[in-house]
């Protein structure tokens, strides 16, 4: 029997092709997460519940029928985490918030149910900023998550859970949901891979709602071929989303696979400018340009392209946002689910009181401010001066990227202007939002777009690099996002995620 270190530290693909040789067995898998998460966790507590009992159920059955001789889908009895922002029937959901703490949702979300019909253990449910409202996952209700690369700083966010538990090897996939750069973001800063799909490939239903127009939930992954086999299996149209996309998909995993054959010959790519100037540092930059001349070298051709309205997307972002969070957010009042706290003796015992109360008490302070500022740009007499006006804005984005995509096959830039900061440093909001500067556009778009590790800066962080690609053209998105890691990979002699030194598999290692 392999030792648990090893075993998790293998690939998603790899771990489905061993299962399918016989192997290894689904509950070794699991088994192995299992002692890594509970190594890991008093360190980088990615995870707010566990589901340990039900992923090995799951991972007895797919044994046993796999032993009966049934074929099984390719990710059957691989293990595989979920942000808390996606509800699982049974398994507490709580967005990281107060105010849903306790909540045992009735149903599954859509990805969830297709990961289940798949065959995966699903091991628990990730930490991350409070109803997805954050860039460092420092703003849970109940505990902060760590970045594995060093312990001293945010994972990112908000779906830095995800991300810390793919980057430490306590589960090979996880998703999340992208809203601003959710997925992409801490993806960069945990050295994996993050994918947002085009708005509406993936079905939004039992995803908490954070801004309904963007919100997408994705993969997280160490490799793009992991990445685009979860993608594979929980893509596609689902009648419980009304902007689900109905159409029949092609393969993202054949799509990864090709990409490995690095032929980028007559690829059109454009550089955004706007997205690698002021206020990004020299050495994301300068790992952006290393895959910039990795693309050449494949037979790319690569051309600087300007966006007039690129570096606009961070203040209509913070105008639909906030407004849509207010509108989503007014369902949480007390009455229905949930939490409630009612007034004091000596306050009147109203329905408006204890909805008061009960937000005061179970809101933090980020889902307050933009709250606060959702209802402000859609009151009278604003509504046309900001949200009006910040729609038309995006509007000529979405042009403006229309425009691009007649020249250009896909569009790269940095994903993150920085490598992860340290917890605390950042105390400034607007500081804050600015990490998701160059993420935010393609969600404002509908926009499939992917995170993948560029290098690392000198404190040994990693840093990525974003691919863009026209809407419904993910699997381009993938091919490209596969050639540049295999190029990437062939430049350092081992993919960045294998550069992590883990003191907790460490520790397994050594029983």
Same mark, same amino acid.
């Given at each position: 029997?392999?030792?648990?270190?090893?075993?998790?530290?293998?690939?998603?693909?790899?771990?489905?092709?061993?299962l399918?040789?016989?192997?290894?067995?689904?509950?070794?898998?699991?088994?192995?997460? $299992?002692?890594?998460?509970?190594?890991?966790?008093?360190?980088?507590?990615?995870?707010?519940?566990?589901?340990?009992?039900?992923?090995?159920?799951?991972?007895?059955?797919?044994?046993?029928?796999?032993?009966k001789? !049934? @074929?099984?889908?390719?990710?059957?009895?691989?293990?595989?985490?979920?942000?808390?922002?996606?509800?699982?029937?049974?398994?507490?959901?709580?967005?990281?918030?107060?105010?849903?703490?306790?909540?045992?949702?009735?149903?599954?979300?859509?990805?969830?149910?297709?990961m289940?019909?798949?065959?995966?253990?699903?091991?628990?449910?990730?930490?991350?900023?409070?109803?997805?409202q954050?860039?460092?996952?420092?703003?849970?209700?109940?505990?902060?998550?760590?970045?594995?690369?060093?312990?001293?700083?945010?994972?990112?966010?908000?779906?830095?859970?995800?991300?810390?538990?793919?980057?430490?090897?306590?589960?090979?996939?996880?998703?999340?949901?992208?809203?601003?750069?959710?997925i992409?973001?801490?993806?960069?800063?945990?050295?994996?891979?993050?994918?947002?799909?085009?708005?509406?490939?993936?079905?939004?239903?039992?995803?908490?709602?954070?801004?309904?127009?963007? +919100?997408?939930?994705?993969?997280?992954?160490?490799?793009?071929?992991?990445?685009?086999?979860?993608?594979?299996?929980?893509?596609?149209? =689902? =009648?419980?989303?009304?902007?689900?996309?109905? !159409?029949?998909?092609?393969?993202?995993?054949?799509?990864?696979?090709?990409?490995?054959?690095?032929?980028?010959?007559?690829?059109?790519?454009?550089?955004?400018?706007?997205?690698?100037?002021?206020?990004?540092?020299?050495?994301?930059?300068?790992?952006?340009?290393?895959?910039?001349?990795?693309?050449?070298?494949?037979?790319?051709?690569? @051309?600087?392209?300007?966006?007039?309205?690129?570096?606009?997307?961070?203040?209509?972002?913070?105008?639909?946002?906030p407004?849509?969070?207010?509108?989503?957010?007014?369902?949480? =009042?007390g009455?229905?689910?949930?939490?409630?706290?009612?007034?004091?003796a000596?306050v009147?015992?109203?329905?408006?009181?204890m909805?008061?109360?009960?937000?005061?008490?179970?809101?933090?302070a980020?889902?307050?401010?933009?709250i606060i500022?959702?209802?402000?740009?859609?009151?009278?007499?604003?509504?046309?001066?900001?949200?009006?006006?910040?729609?038309?804005?995006?509007?000529?984005?979405?042009? +403006?990227?229309?425009?691009?995509?007649? =020249?250009?096959?896909?569009?790269?830039?940095?994903?993150?202007?920085t490598?992860?900061?340290?917890?605390?440093?950042?105390?400034?909001?607007a500081?804050?939002?600015?990490?998701?500067?160059?993420t935010?556009?393609?969600?404002l778009?509908?926009?499939?777009?992917?995170?993948?590790?560029?290098?690392?800066?000198?404190?040994?962080?990693?840093?990525?690099?974003?691919?863009?690609?026209?809407q419904?053209?993910?699997?381009?998105?993938?091919?490209v996002?596969?050639?540049?890691?295999?190029?990437?990979?062939?430049?350092w002699?081992?993919? $960045?995620?294998?550069?992590?030194?883990?003191?907790w598999?460490?520790?397994?290692?050594?029983?």
């Open positions: 029997m392999a030792k648990a270190s090893e075993l998790v530290t293998l690939t998603a693909a790899q771990m489905a092709d061993k399918k040789k016989g192997d290894i067995s689904s509950r070794e898998l699991v088994e192995a997460e $299992l002692q890594t998460i509970d190594s890991a966790e008093p360190t980088l507590q990615a995870f707010l519940a566990r589901s340990s009992e039900e992923a090995l159920a799951v991972a007895d059955d797919i044994d046993t029928r796999r032993a001789g !049934e @074929e099984l889908p390719s990710l059957a009895g691989v293990p595989v985490a979920v942000k808390d922002m996606i509800v699982t029937k049974g398994i507490e959901t709580t967005a990281a918030s107060k105010i849903l703490e306790g909540w045992i949702p009735p149903y599954d979300a859509t990805v969830v149910t297709r289940k019909n798949t065959g995966m253990p699903i091991l628990g449910k990730t930490n991350l900023d409070e109803f997805a954050g860039s460092s996952t420092e703003n849970s209700a109940f505990h902060n998550t760590y970045n594995p690369w060093d312990i001293t700083r945010v994972p990112g966010g908000s779906g830095g859970g995800s991300a810390t538990s793919v980057a430490s090897f306590e589960t090979p996939l996880a998703l999340g949901t992208d809203t601003g750069g959710s992409r973001q801490p993806a960069a800063f945990t050295g994996t891979v993050g994918v947002k799909p085009t708005y509406g490939r993936v079905s939004r239903y039992g995803a908490i709602a954070m801004a309904s127009s963007m +919100d997408q939930i994705g993969p997280c992954a160490r490799t793009v071929e992991d990445a685009a086999m979860l993608y594979d299996v929980i893509a596609g149209y =689902d =009648d419980h989303d009304s902007t689900s996309i109905r !159409e029949i998909l092609p393969s993202m995993t054949a799509a990864a696979l090709q990409g490995k054959n690095q032929d980028l010959k007559g690829l059109r790519v454009g550089i955004i400018k706007e997205a690698t100037g002021d206020g990004f540092e020299e050495e994301v930059k300068n790992n952006f340009s290393e895959g910039i001349k990795l693309l050449q070298n494949m037979g790319a051709n690569v @051309e600087e392209v300007s966006f007039r309205h690129f570096l606009h997307g961070i203040q209509v972002y913070y105008v639909v946002m407004a849509e969070v207010s509108s989503n957010l007014a369902r949480y =009042d009455m229905r689910y949930g939490l409630r706290v009612m007034p004091p000596d009147p015992q109203t329905a408006a009181n909805m008061a109360y009960t937000r005061e008490a179970g809101f933090g980020e889902v307050k401010r933009r500022l959702g209802t402000y740009a859609l009151s009278a007499g604003k509504y046309e001066e900001w949200y009006g006006k910040a729609q038309r804005v995006r509007t000529v984005m979405i042009q +403006d990227f229309n425009k691009a995509f007649k =020249d250009f096959d896909v569009l790269v830039c940095p994903t993150a202007p490598s992860a900061f340290k917890i605390g440093e950042v105390e400034d909001p500081t804050m939002y600015r990490n998701d500067i160059a935010i556009p393609a969600n778009a509908g926009l499939p777009a992917i995170s993948i590790p560029s290098g690392l800066d000198h404190n040994n962080l990693p840093v990525g690099f974003q691919i863009l690609a026209a419904k053209n993910d699997e381009l998105m993938f091919r996002a596969s050639a540049l890691e295999t190029a990437f990979n062939k430049k002699g081992a993919p $960045l995620w294998a550069q992590l030194k883990t003191p598999l460490d520790s397994l290692s050594e029983e």
